[in-house]
């Protein structure tokens, strides 16, 4: 199965609207008013749902997401996304295209995306920035149900501001490669947080570690970051 879904949020009148929505099943979007986010004032705000279960080995499902200029836009998701296997191994790919033009402010939600043992997945994310834009960005990974093992994630980030590369990085989870249990790989940990934010002063570089979490900060640019944390679950890797 092939989907698609579309989202196009631009100032007017001093307001961010949504000028364009449309989705298809599994996924579905729904415009849930405003919300309040200090110093930037009221921005739009929307939900990430499923309507059907998906994706499953085969389906190719893509996002296109477009911030206008002075535009600000929350989307969150409302629950994890579960990957399921095909009968005959088959790759399921999902895409994610984002576009913030100048001045533009994004805030990406996340739930975690679960690939259920057998599962065969691509994700990629894919995010432009223009000048002034500003992005929050979460994703999360989900490595497997309780008591399995997970399927095959290949997950792909980049980034660019104004035609620049911030970050490309790419991770493959397989629990089939050798290196899995190791450093190489994931180790003892079974999920994995990314967030990314851009338009805010960097930090040091800072690494943690306690017996269910390791976490690490790293400045990508004077106002743009990346952490990472890996925890045993996601209350120990939710922070």
Same mark, same amino acid.
């Given at each position: 199965m092939k989907a698609s879904a579309l989202v196009v949020a631009e100032l007017r009148n001093g307001r961010t609207v949504l000028t364009d929505l449309r989705s298809e099943a599994p996924m579905a979007l729904r415009e849930t008013g405003l919300r309040e986010a200090l110093p930037l004032g009221a921005m739009q705000r929307l939900s990430m749902l499923g309507s059907a279960a998906g994706p499953v080995g085969g389906d190719e499902l893509t996002m296109t997401v477009r911030?206008?200029?002075?535009?600000?836009?929350?989307? @969150? #998701? /409302?629950?994890?996304?579960?990957?399921?296997?095909?009968?005959?191994?088959? /790759?399921?790919?999902?895409?994610?295209? &984002?576009?913030?033009? #100048? +001045?533009?402010?994004?805030? *990406? #939600?996340?739930?975690?995306?679960? /690939?259920? $043992?057998?599962?065969?997945?691509?994700?990629? &994310?894919? &995010?432009?920035? @223009? $000048?002034?834009?500003?992005?929050?960005? !979460? +994703? $999360?990974?989900?490595?497997?149900?309780?008591? @399995? !093992?997970?399927?095959?994630?290949?997950?792909?980030?980049?980034? $660019?501001?104004?035609?620049?590369?911030? &970050? +490309?990085?790419?991770?493959?989870?397989? =629990? #089939?490669? =050798?290196? *899995?249990k190791s450093t190489a790989g994931a180790g003892a940990f079974r999920h994995v947080r990314h967030h990314l934010v851009v338009g805010h002063r960097a930090e040091s570089v800072v690494v943690a570690v306690v017996e269910a979490v390791t976490a690490a900060r790293f400045p990508l640019a004077e106002d743009a970051e990346l952490a990472i944390t890996l925890g045993v679950d996601r209350c120990a890797g939710a922070d």
């Open positions: 911030v206008g200029a002075g535009a600000s836009l929350s989307v @969150e #998701a /409302v629950a994890a996304t579960m990957v399921f296997p095909a009968t005959d191994g088959a /790759v399921s790919k999902q895409r994610l295209e &984002i576009v913030v033009e #100048a +001045d533009g402010y994004l805030r *990406w #939600a996340g739930q975690p995306l679960l /690939v259920i $043992e057998g599962g065969n997945h691509e994700q990629t &994310i894919s &995010i432009r920035l @223009e $000048e002034g834009a500003q992005l929050d960005f !979460l +994703d $999360e990974v989900a490595l497997g149900r309780t008591g @399995e !093992l997970p399927g095959r994630l290949d997950a792909h980030l980049r980034v $660019e501001r104004n035609g620049t590369p911030l &970050i +490309d990085q790419r991770q493959v989870y397989d =629990p #089939a490669s =050798p290196a *899995w």
